[in-house]
């Protein structure tokens, strides 16, 4: 797609394009073909294989928990060297890993499709 094509429907603002898509391109995770406002976008190989639904091998299940779940505990990481102390559910809810995945059926879902698609990778 081109990046206005890829704009529309990821919507996202106009900013975007084309600094977002290209610094995805130097990430290696699309690869362009032209330039200027008439280039178009496409999936490196990896990120084919990898990331996209379809594919047996598809991640993505783990990247979308890991930022929906674990990325507020990471942001935090110099307090748990700091102190010791647990950065996880327990801190704000006084309940374990295991009680806070299990107290909602949407989290627990996306937590057992992440590790599936941790084993799947392995």
Same mark, same amino acid.
């Given at each position: 797609? +081109? ?10 603002? *106009?900013?975007? $394009? *084309? =600094?977002?898509?290209?610094? &995805? ?5 699309? =690869? ?10 496409? $999936? +490196?190989?990896? +990120? ?7 594919? *047996?091998?598809?991640?993505? =299940?783990? &990247?979308?928990?890991? $930022? ?6 990471? =942001? ?9 102390? *647990? ?5 704000? +809810? ?29």
């Amino acid at each position: 797609m +081109t990046g206005r094509e890829l704009q529309a429907v990821l919507r996202l603002h *106009p900013r975007a $394009n *084309p =600094d977002f898509f290209d610094t &995805l391109v130097a990430l290696h995770f699309l =690869d362009r073909d032209g330039d200027g406002l008439g280039a178009r976008y496409r $999936n +490196t190989e990896e +990120t084919a294989l990898f990331l996209d639904r379809r594919s *047996p091998q598809f991640i993505g =299940d783990f &990247l979308e928990m890991a $930022n929906g779940r674990l990325y507020r505990f990471w =942001d935090n990481l110099i307090e748990a060297l700091r102190t010791g102390r *647990p950065q996880n559910e327990i801190k704000h +809810t006084g309940k374990s890993v295991f009680a806070e995945l299990y107290s909602e059926p949407e989290r627990l879902e996306q937590f057992m499709g992440a590790i599936s698609a941790g084993v799947a990778y392995k």
